[in-house]
T-cell receptor, first 112, second 114 residues
Framework: KAGVTQTPRYLIKTRGQQVTLSCSPI?????VSWYQQTPGQGLQFLFE???????NKGNFPGRFSGRQFSNSRSEMNVSTLELGDSALYLC???????????FGNGTRLTVT | EDKVVQSPLSLVVHEGDTVTLNCSYE??????LLWYKQEKKAPTFLFML????IEKKSGRLSSILDKKELSSILNITATQTGDSAIYLC??????????????FGKGTKLSVIP
């Protein structure tokens, strides 16, 4: 069974630009969530989607948004990039509440 | 606010040693506690502990949940260089909205030297 797939693996953007990251969950998983990982803050929850609906959102500004498609694939978007947005963005999927979260390899975003 | 604290932050041991990593939590609506291993990129799932499953074991790794003390430990026996990684502990609460959100600790960086 294929794992969680994220594209692209690396991105370099400049301040003020926007970026879209993509995630394909494990087949059969309908819950998809996104996390930001930085050396200082560790792993922080961004948002979670289930059946194309955002069920929860972390404490991030409105520049961070996402969506989920009918095939459970998800995208997240960051607009007006800031230097502090440089991080590893991890997507994860789960079969259900009593199952573990499985992570993708992440997208390493660098903002210059 | 839910809080997960891991200790130590880093640890250096020799191959063959046994290590114990700690995770304590101050949380509400406990559902489960999860352990992950992160080497380069993706955190990989190790264990999920719940009120009905407070001990888990897989090979040289084992974990115990102490709900009374609000803590968990991850034990690794006969460590190998391949165990070098960051070990993450995460709390998963019950949510009225049914959402799946983990709160992570900062992790313990384990280095195993030959």
């Amino acid at each position: 069974k294929a794992g969680v797939t994220q594209t692209p693996r690396y991105l370099i953007k400049t301040r003020g630009q926007q970026v879209t990251l993509s995630c394909s969950p494990i087949s059969g998983h309908r819950s998809v969530s996104w996390y930001q990982q930085t050396p200082g803050q560790g792993l922080q929850f961004l948002f979670e989607y289930f059946s194309e609906t955002q069920r929860n959102k972390g404490n991030f500004p409105g520049r961070f948004s996402g969506r989920q498609f009918s095939n459970s694939r998800s995208e997240m978007n960051v607009s007006t990039l800031e230097l502090g947005d440089s991080a590893l963005y991890l997507c994860a999927s789960s079969f259900g509440q009593n199952s573990p979260l499985h992570f993708g390899n992440g997208t390493r975003l660098t903002v210059t | 606010e839910d809080k997960v604290v891991q200790s130590p932050l880093s640890l250096v041991v020799h191959e063959g040693d046994t290590v114990t990593l700690n995770c304590s939590y101050e949380v509400t609506n406990f559902r489960s506690l999860l352990w992950y291993k992160q080497e380069k990129k993706a955190p990989t799932f190790l264990f999920m502990l719940t009120s009905s499953g407070i001990e888990k074991k897989s090979g040289r790794l084992s974990s115990i949940l102490d709900k009374k003390e609000l803590s968990s430990i991850l034990n690794i026996t006969a460590t190998q260089t391949g165990d070098s990684a960051i070990y993450l502990c995460a709390f998963h609460p019950y949510s009225g909205a049914g959402s799946y959100q983990l709160t992570f600790g900062k992790g313990t960086k384990l280095s195993v030297i030959p």
